[in-house]
């Protein structure tokens, strides 16, 4: 293959310019790791721990258990779980039943899940025994295609002692009841055959998970991705993060076999936490402390610090909400936090000054990506030494990723270096399409050269090194620390209430999550609301960050010729009044 002009300088010592052998099922991550390292540690939750050997073995009983409830290869089975040690081995048993997994964020309400289970055509959902997270679920299977529901108790992997006095004493989370239709974690996993099916799978076809995501227009569509896209992606970010693991050694890939403990502070059901914490943890077989809230602790993120210090975590991906509350924390002197090798920052701009005030704290580094959930997601990275890297970029494309920056009016003309454009991407990492939406699909792929291209709606330009530099969204995307918000799904939420007419949805620049959300309502003629009406009818049917922290009222809105509510006037009116 061509040597592409961003690997002709400045390319990352030892760093292949191909990956190859990612050809194979997702699952075999996990295999081959129970394989070389069955008694090394896997997971680690409140004291206790799993082996590589006990992960593989319930992954294994959970496919026989949903083969045995008419999964067939191809059917979709939703995870509607936090950050718990359940989730590696459900994940994996998905797979080795040959289905297709479905991850769904856990702080959804019961509309927003009953959307995704209804686009996704999902047959079965794993749930967590919560007195929250349960009840949305039930309330969101009416309609659906969900047979088999699996709720999954925090008591299964609690000590023994911990969890005979958590029972006793009520302090363990549940439902206040169950459905008697559905089926307990515990019960399925000691019935069902420690041998997995035998199901074949085609890597580069085969579905190994169906994301959803705003795309380019806000409406919620299932990225699908296959085995190979994701092990390619696993296999890339594993050879480009050359780290040094003593002081005075070389620098080399990250380890594998258990010296590296992972921080699961990023959630596994989105791509950037599932392929940089959870996937990676596996592929090297080290140990993945499963953090089901991060803000926990008095002040928030106090949990997590402990965490660092009592487990020696080494290695961690976050967004720069995180990086940010680790180095403002009130306590953070009194922990030790210099076990932390390496850390990978996404989701927005890390602030340098942040930056430099983690990396004193931990002697770690960390280097800054870009991804998208469509591409599974990592498509660039900064060099993982300090003297390459490059603050205000998010690096070079992955070994085996091209990226082309196209005009943004037609996405076909190529533009010259430094000129901005959108971000085009090609590359083993790139998802299939979109479920079910063969138009939307169309919308964003174009053949270039004989390669498929993704656009991203991110506009950007190669700098004089080659780096990517991300300049400005083309779509209307909020960034909530880090989460994605997009404007028109939160719009959609609050037309359904029956006061408004009208209904545009900003970010704003906040200085705690970097944006938040601003709503601009019209109500309907001879109608009144209040702030606190809106706000309550958002805190029913909508995810904590995607909710809007400030609601404006106005007689009307702007708009164009054709009718087209025009947010970046009402974002540009606000950020005028904010510098005001």
Known sequence: MKTKAWQKSKWPKGVPKEITGFEKPLQSMLDDSADAYPDNEFTIFAGTSQTYREVRDTANRIANFLVSRGIKKGDRVAIFLPNLPHYPAIFFGILKAGAVCVTCNPLYKAMELKTQLNDSG???????????????????????????????????????????????????????????????????????????????????????????????????????????????????????????????????????GGFHCFLGVLPWYHSFGLTTCMLWTTFTASRLVCVPNPREGNPPFTEVLKTVEKYKCTAFAGVPTIFIAFTNHPLIDQFDLSSVLVCGSGGAPLPV?????????????????????????????????????????????????????????????????GEDGEIAVSGPQVMQGYWNRPAETKEVMREIEGKRFFLTGDIGHFDKDHFVV?????????????????????????????????????????????????????????????TKEIMDFCKENMAGYKRPRTVEFRDELPTSVVGKVLRRVLRDEEIKNQSA
Not at 406 to 414: F, N, R, V, W
């Open 353 to 417: 000054e942040v930056a430099k005030q983690f990396e004193e704290k931990t002697g770690s580094i960390i280097f800054e990506g870009y991804g998208l959930s469509e591409t599974s997601p990592i498509v660039s990275l900064n060099p993982t030494n300090v003297k390459e890297r490059k603050f205000g970029s998010v690096g070079k494309p992955l070994p085996s990723t091209d990226i082309k920056i196209l005009d943004s009016d037609t996405g076909t003309e190529e533009l010259p270096q």
């Open 470 to 530: 991300i300049t400005d969204r083309k779509k209307d995307l909020i960034l909530v620390g880090g989460f994605n918000v997009y404007p028109r799904e939160v719009e959609e939420i609050l037309f359904q209430h029956p006061k408004v007419l009208q209904a545009a949805v900003v970010g704003v620049p906040d200085a705690k999550s970097g944006e938040m959300v601003k709503a601009f309502l019209q109500l309907k003629p001879d109608q009144h609301a209040t």
């Open 122 to 256: 999902a047959k079965a959902v794993f749930v967590m025994d919560h007195p929250e997270f349960y009840p949305t679920a039930q309330k969101s299977l009416s309609g659906t295609d969900v047979e088999t529901v699996v709720i999954c108790g925090v008591k299964s992997y609690l000590p023994p002692l911990k969890g005979f006095l958590g029972g006793l004493l009520g302090k363990i989370p549940k439902a206040d009841s169950h459905d008697p239709g559905h089926f307990f974690f515990d019960e399925i996993v000691a019935s069902a055959s420690t041998q997995a099916p035998s199901i074949d799978i085609n890597p580069a076809q085969d579905l190994a998970l169906v994301i959803y995501t705003g795309g380019t227009t806000g409406v919620p569509k299932g990225a699908c991705l296959t085995h190979a896209n994701f092990v390619y992606d696993v296999m890339a970010v594993h050879e480009w993060a050359r780290i040094v693991h003593e002081p005075g050694a070389k620098p080399e890939t990250v380890r594998k």
